[in-house]
């Protein structure tokens, strides 16, 4: 057990406006997740809102800024952050519903059209021998759009139409492994300026990415795609 | 029984946060390649009307290009012309790591690449700064 | 005439498919949830798509609702499952001794079934226990917690439902014994307004029991949660099931790039009270581990606690003896309340079965002829929910 | 990619080109041997073709660079396609302006 300040950012249109800090002592445990914090709190303040489904990394809704940088609350363990006061706040670069919820309509704008398949083909345990009716195992994508590579993103920050590094990634993934989907149309969508050329390779998005889809990566092979003209 | 009317208000737009461009906080090595890439080319830039400006004393004949080659030996004009080809250093390199990444070469390495990149920025900036002084 | 207005109180899996089968009615819904979308239950399972498997012995009125529903899940949300198919293996000799009844009980509930080889599951399974004695091979997959709930909701919002999350009810509009609406609370403004209906559907899990309280009647609810356990890495493949009597940690749900083990079980009087108890993340492995030994090396990404909204009297003690299955309430019937109808216990699998079956109840005492259509319509894909204004 | 090379392309290949005309501009005008210091030193230097040839080519180059540059900061700001093309439009004949200027200067010494 230890006794951690919590500063939570706090925001209501038309009544915690502008925004403010809310100030909390919590009690950790070993186990403690910044998720389980907002759970505890929530009990008492049913005003505080967050977004939150899983609690294992594997939805993508609790992304949030904890200390100045992109996580999933669910898997940030509290006292892994070795500060006395843990900051919390909304994710940046999304319109502001409410507290630390974000709304997510502007992601899936630009990330819907591009129609990654939400299976793939799993790479694990490559040896094993699937039962004949399956054909081969699969697994589901990487990508939790969760957003947190949107707000980590030094462009998206001033260009709201840069099509942005969830989108971008999950185009690369169809040109990888296209599972009936229309690379040539995909890769229309995102060969111009507000798609792979805008990115300056900050690979901000791949260091926030808490699922490895390392967005930045595959930003490089979209461009390594088009330039050697390897999809014709 | 009828409903009330109730709207609710509009998500906050988040505003454009240009002060992302250059924030090194709570940024990794590639974001801070990035922060300099931008900065070191908007000195180039600079320094490019800068030097045609300078240069434009050359269709004054001779005497103006001297007198101004002259006012330019100042120990300040040669550390600030030591910052220039640090800038230059850095720009240039990091271009070519950019471009190597975007070659899809190298992506993985990416933050030693930028390492590797002011390693040798600050070592050939000492060689011309040995060289100028 | 204008449509009927149904109020869905509780934005899960139930909610979510009840939403989708009465839109297709002809119904205008309204989902009030008070966090995000599957917050509560729903989104924290283990991502099992049940084959039935699981509950072929003790519990086969469950089991056959889950084989039917996962036939029905495969056709209409196609693309939202990994299909691997599940195992069942027996480690023990006890384990063995139960593969008969188990085997008799897949063939009485209409689970389709292969029993295969040690070896064979070896070869599919390289970190499966090499003491396994036998493997039973069922069609279990697994599903996306949030993601499933989200293609149905997506879809009733296309045929005009509206889904208002952030929206907590505070109390139960009466007119003398019947319902007649909600107050609501938007957390967003923390302004509260009413909502008007003319049925309210209370599908809120594990706290359906606090929502019938303020119409003033009890639901038989009782919330048992459990722990489960995320790990890095997908240690199999399959689904992996200990066959055996149903209990902790004998079961390793893939998902993703992690391997999920479950799970334990209690139960709670206040859902929203989950005590995370510590030690049962150390059972987990310990358990984890008779099914793939090297589990308990595996690098833990979460622990977390989820309240299942099981049907019970209250005096289980475990929450293993209740059913699964699930039980609609017509509070008219039941207490002489009119307008309200809970949906209490189930599962994410037979979520759309639960819909359909509270439907029909609900289209009936709104006086509208409406079959159910939600065995043949293809749902939309679940990015289609954020087609959506605030 | 489409036949039409993009600005992103042609920006990496100036970059490049920049590499080795730069050097060689650093080093011939300023380090080697002092440096260009007097009128008749740069009059010199620019006599032989070849160099004022790849003077020129550098000018153009380093032109096209730094303007290509300010346009991708200006199109990071999220303008819209309306603005990014009056912007484009503007540097391009800013960019032909300062490469005239480039040209009168090496034809008044020259």
Redesign the interface.
């Given at each position: 057990m230890a006794t951690v300040t919590f500063k939570i950012y706090r925001y209501k249109p038309g009544e915690i406006d502008p925004p403010r800090y809310d100030t909390f002592q919590v009690e950790v445990e070993d186990h403690t997740t910044v998720l389980d914090v907002l759970e505890m709190l929530r009990l008492d303040d049913p005003t505080l809102t967050y977004r939150h489904s899983c609690h294992h990394g594997s939805c993508g809704t609790c992304g949030m800024l904890v200390n100045g940088k992109e996580v999933l609350a669910c898997v940030t363990n509290v006292l892994a952050l070795k500060t006395k006061t843990v900051v919390v706040e909304p994710l940046r670069n999304a319109p502001l519903v409410s507290d630390l919820v974000v709304d997510m309509t502007p992601f899936f704008e630009k990330y819907e059209p591009i129609g990654m398949p939400y299976v793939r083909a799993s790479e694990y345990l490559p040896h094993s021998q699937p039962p004949e009716e399956v054909g081969s195992y699969m697994r589901f994508e990487n990508c939790l759009e969760c957003a947190l590579c949107l707000s980590a993103c030094p462009v998206v920050a001033t260009d709201p139409d840069y099509l942005g590094p969830a989108a971008l990634a999950a185009a690369a993934r169809v040109v990888q492994e296209p599972r009936g989907q229309d690379v040539h149309g995909v890769l229309a969508l995102v060969d111009n300026e507000k798609g792979c050329w805008r990115c300056h390779a900050a690979m901000e998005c791949s260091a926030a990415c808490p699922n490895d889809v390392n967005p930045g990566g595959m930003i490089m092979f979209l461009r390594e795609t088009l330039l050697a003209g390897k999809h014709k | 029984m009828v409903s009330e009317t109730y709207q609710r208000p509009e998500p906050r737009q988040p505003s454009r946060r240009f002060g992302d461009w250059f924030r090194l906080r709570g940024r990794s090595a590639g974001g801070w390649a990035f922060v300099l890439h931008r900065l070191t080319g908007l000195v180039l830039v600079f320094y490019l009307f800068l030097h045609f400006y300078f240069l434009s004393y050359l269709a004054r004949g001779p005497e103006a290009y001297a007198v101004m080659v002259a006012g330019m030996k100042s120990l300040w004009i040669t550390v600030l012309e030591v910052g220039l080809i640090a800038a230059v250093l850095f720009h240039g390199l990091n271009g070519l790591r950019l471009m190597l990444m975007s070659l899809n070469i190298g992506v993985e390495q990416h933050e030693a690449m930028f390492w590797g990149t002011v390693v040798l920025s600050a070592l050939l900036t000492a060689v011309a700064a040995v060289l100028m002084l | 005439m204008s449509k009927p207005h149904v109020v869905i109180i509780g934005g899960g899996a139930t909610g979510a498919a009840l939403a989708h089968d009465l839109s297709l009615r002809g119904v205008q819904v309204t989902v009030v949830e008070r966090g995000e979308v599957t917050s509560g239950t729903t989104g924290r399972h283990h991502g099992l798509l049940h084959s039935g498997a699981r509950y072929a012995v003790k519990d086969q009125e469950s089991a056959r609702e889950c084989i039917q529903e996962n036939m029905i899940l495969r056709k209409i949300a196609p693309g939202s499952f990994e299909l691997n198919n599940g195992l069942f293996v027996a480690i023990t000799d006890e384990d063995m001794a139960y593969r008969p009844a188990f085997l008799e009980g897949l063939e009485t509930c209409g689970i389709p079934y292969k029993e295969i080889t040690p070896q064979e599951a070896l070869a599919r399974e390289p970190n499966l226990n090499p003491a396994v004695k036998a493997a039973v091979e069922v069609p279990d997959g697994t599903m996306d917690a949030m993601r499933l709930p989200l293609r149905f909701l997506a879809t009733a919002q296309s045929n005009g439902a509206v889904v208002k999350t952030y929206t907590e009810v505070e109390e139960l509009l009466m007119q003398g014994k019947t319902v007649v609406g909600v107050r609501v609370r938007d957390h967003v403004t923390e302004k509260t307004y009413t909502i008007g209906a003319d049925l309210v559907v209370n599908a809120g899990g594990a706290w359906s029991g606090k929502i019938a309280a303020m119409a003033g009647v009890h639901v038989p609810l009782q919330p048992s949660p459990g722990v489960l356990v995320a790990v890095y890495g997908r240690w199999n493949n399959m689904v992996l099931n200990r066959m055996h009597r149903s209990g902790d940690g004998d079961i390793i749900v893939p998902q993703r790039t992690l391997s999920v083990i479950g799970t334990s079980s209690w139960v709670v009087e206040d859902p929203d009270r989950l005590e995370m108890k510590k030690e049962h993340i150390q059972l987990m492995y310990e358990y984890g581990a008779v099914l793939v030994p090297a589990i308990k090396n595996a690098k833990m990404r979460a622990a977390w606690a989820a309240a299942r909204p099981l049907i019970g009297s209250g005096g289980a003690h475990t929450g293993r003896e209740l059913s699964r299955t699930f039980k609609c309430f017509d509070h008219a019937e039941r207490d002489g309340v009119e307008g309200f109808v809970t949906i209490a216990g189930g599962k994410a699998t037979t979520a759309r079965g639960m819909a359909e079956v509270t439907a029909n109840v609900v289209v009936r005492k709104l006086g509208l002829d409406a079959p159910c259509r939600t065995r043949e319509v293809v749902l939309l894909p679940h990015t289609a929910y954020y087609r959506r204004r605030w | 990619?489409?036949r039409r090379l993009?600005?992103?392309?042609w920006q990496?290949l100036s970059?490049?080109l920049?590499?080795v005309l730069?050097a060689v501009h650093?080093i011939v005008n300023h380090?080697a041997a002092g440096g260009l210091?007097?009128?008749?030193q740069?009059v010199a230097y620019l006599s032989n073709p070849w160099v004022l040839g790849l003077e020129i080519l550098f000018l153009a180059t380093?032109?096209f660079h730094?303007l290509a540059?300010?346009r991708?900061?200006v199109?990071?700001?999220?303008v819209s396609a309306k603005t990014?093309r009056a912007v484009t439009a503007v540097l391009v004949v800013l960019g032909l302006l300062?490469f005239g200027?480039?040209v009168?200067?090496f034809a008044?010494?020259v």
């Open positions: - | - | - | 990619m489409s993009n600005t992103w392309v990496a970059g490049l920049l590499v730069l650093l380090f210091l007097t009128y008749q740069v380093v032109i730094a540059g300010v991708a900061l199109l990071d700001t999220g990014a300062l200027y480039g009168w200067l008044a010494i």
